[in-house]
């Protein structure tokens, strides 16, 4: 597999709340993909992301991987036990101090491993999946305008404009406990994998994206088109995304 992480302040924005990172780890038994993209808020929105993220890779690197060994039948314990971890350390920070009362951040990862890729998230920040049937999310956002389109009280598009779009309902460090969703999906040779923040969903046309993956160019050229089309649109908001082409 091949990636590139990008991570842009957008046009209005004083600082960059959002924070993403990506490994390859090279085993005895395959190589494994380990990537996180977090949009931090409210109070130093920029530190509970970067924790988030550096703490999540670290914990998941430590725990799935053992002694040569990968414990792929154990993940979803894994990945619960990783998000309850990150949860603690930045809600223990939030009440440190009152300058960091109340931060809290969006989490995505994504994990690839033989073939198969595992998502979980909690709030808005997205993963999507562009493979032969189609460009398709992956995970559901926490959020209000997410319920009022469950409920068919409005319509995906009035979502995008809805005045509490930006209002999530699930964050990483808000409170003492966090709920996470986990996805599992088989993926296969070019395939393309996004993590993203709602810099680029909120202000960018899912079939915009989808026609930026599909042109015949790397990932660090589609990383900076997808940056450059969220700019042009809006920019009113800090724009991250992890693009992975599975080989």
Same mark, same amino acid.
């Given at each position: 597999?091949?990636?590139?992480? =990008? #991570?842009? $302040?957008?046009?209005? *924005?004083?600082?960059?709340?959002?924070?993403?990172?990506?490994?390859?780890?090279?085993?005895? !038994? /395959?190589?494994?993909?380990?990537?996180?993209?977090?949009?931090?808020?409210?109070?130093? /929105?920029?530190? =509970?992301?970067?924790? =988030?993220?550096?703490? $999540?890779?670290?914990? &998941?690197?430590?725990?799935? &991987?053992? #002694?040569?060994? @990968?414990?792929?039948?154990?993940?979803?314990? $894994?990945?619960?036990?990783?998000?309850?971890?990150?949860?603690?350390?930045?809600?223990?920070?939030?009440?440190? #101090?009152?300058? !960091?009362?109340?931060?809290?951040?969006?989490?995505?990862?994504?994990?690839?491993?033989?073939?198969?890729?595992?998502? =979980?998230?909690?709030?808005? #920040?997205?993963?999507?999946?562009?493979?032969?049937?189609? !460009?398709?999310?992956?995970?559901?956002?926490?959020?209000?305008?997410?319920?009022?389109?469950?409920?068919?009280?409005?319509?995906?598009?009035?979502?995008?404009?809805?005045?509490?779009?930006?209002?999530?309902? *699930?964050? @990483?460090?808000?409170?003492?406990?966090? $709920?996470?969703?986990? !996805?599992?999906?088989?993926?296969?040779?070019?395939?393309?994998?996004?993590?993203?923040?709602?810099?680029?969903?909120?202000?960018?046309?899912?079939?915009?994206?989808?026609?930026?993956?599909?042109?015949?160019?790397?990932?660090?050229?589609?990383?900076?088109? &997808?940056?450059?089309?969220?700019?042009?649109?809006?920019?009113?908001?800090?724009?991250?995304?992890?693009? @992975?082409?599975?080989?």
């Amino acid at each position: 597999m091949i990636y590139n992480c =990008a #991570s842009h $302040i957008g046009k209005v *924005r004083k600082n960059n709340e959002d924070y993403c990172k990506g490994e390859i780890i090279d085993t005895d !038994f /395959g190589s494994v993909g380990i990537f996180a993209l977090a949009d931090g808020g409210h109070n130093k /929105g920029e530190v =509970a992301s970067k924790l =988030a993220v550096e703490n $999540i890779i670290e914990f &998941l690197k430590e725990n799935l &991987l053992q #002694s040569s060994n @990968i414990k792929i039948d154990y993940i979803d314990d $894994i990945i619960k036990q990783a998000y309850h971890n990150v949860n603690n350390i930045i809600y223990e920070k939030s009440m440190s #101090s009152l300058e !960091f009362e109340g931060m809290g951040t969006t989490l995505v990862i994504a994990i690839i491993y033989k073939n198969n890729l595992y998502v =979980a998230n909690v709030g808005d #920040s997205r993963c999507y999946l562009l493979n032969e049937n189609g !460009f398709n999310k992956i995970t559901i956002d926490h959020s209000v305008v997410e319920e009022l389109v469950k409920a068919n009280i409005i319509t995906e598009e009035e979502a995008k404009t809805h005045p509490r779009r930006n209002h999530i309902t *699930r964050a @990483i460090g808000t409170d003492e406990m966090v $709920i996470v969703d986990i !996805f599992k999906k088989q993926i296969d040779a070019g395939n393309k994998i996004l993590l993203t923040s709602d810099g680029l969903t909120g202000f960018v046309d899912d079939n915009t994206i989808k026609d930026t993956l599909l042109k015949d160019e790397d990932v660090n050229d589609l990383t900076k088109e &997808l940056i450059n089309t969220a700019n042009d649109v809006s920019g009113r908001d800090n724009i991250s995304v992890i693009l @992975i082409e599975e080989k």
